[in-house]
Nanobody, 126 residues
Framework: QVQLVESGGGLVQPGGSLRLSCAAS?????????MAWYSQAPGKQRELVAR?????????ADSVKGRFTISRGNANAKNTVYLQMDSLKPADTAVYYC?????????????????WGQGTQVTVSS
């Protein structure tokens, strides 16, 4: 089983910054690709914010381009993904979820599964 643990959410004023982190752990992880952040505002569907594959070429929702940056951890933290959120707006208020495509290597074979974190609340308000 793979677990995604998120941290870094909170309350921030408009124009402020937050950095979200998500660390994946599990005994059978072979590779994780891609890693992504989604957001879900009250009464709305969950939507993609940013996604980064193994080669580092990220893509972003139009609403966050130029303000948010997604990155992967270095070699010592390769199963970690970050979301640097700058110039935050009230419209960014949502629960943010980490998502990971995980290749697992078990005695019975190789498997690909999609995992989600528990979500972290981001509130942008004055």
């Amino acid at each position: 089983q793979v677990q995604l643990v998120e941290s870094g959410g909170g309350l921030v004023q408009p124009g402020g910054s937050l950095r979200l982190s998500c660390a994946a752990s599990g005994s059978n992880i072979f590779r994780i690709e891609p890693m992504a952040w989604y957001s879900q505002a009250p009464g709305k569907q969950r939507e993609l914010v940013a996604r980064i594959p193994g080669d580092g070429s990220a893509d972003y929702a139009d609403s966050v381009k130029g303000r948010f940056t997604i990155s992967r951890g270095n070699a010592n933290a390769k199963n970690t993904v970050y979301l640097q959120m700058d110039s935050l707006k009230p419209a960014d208020t949502a629960v943010y979820y980490c998502n990971a495509g995980v290749y697992e290597l078990k005695p019975e074979g190789a498997f690909f599964n999609d995992y989600w974190g528990q979500g972290t609340q981001v509130t942008v308000s004055s």
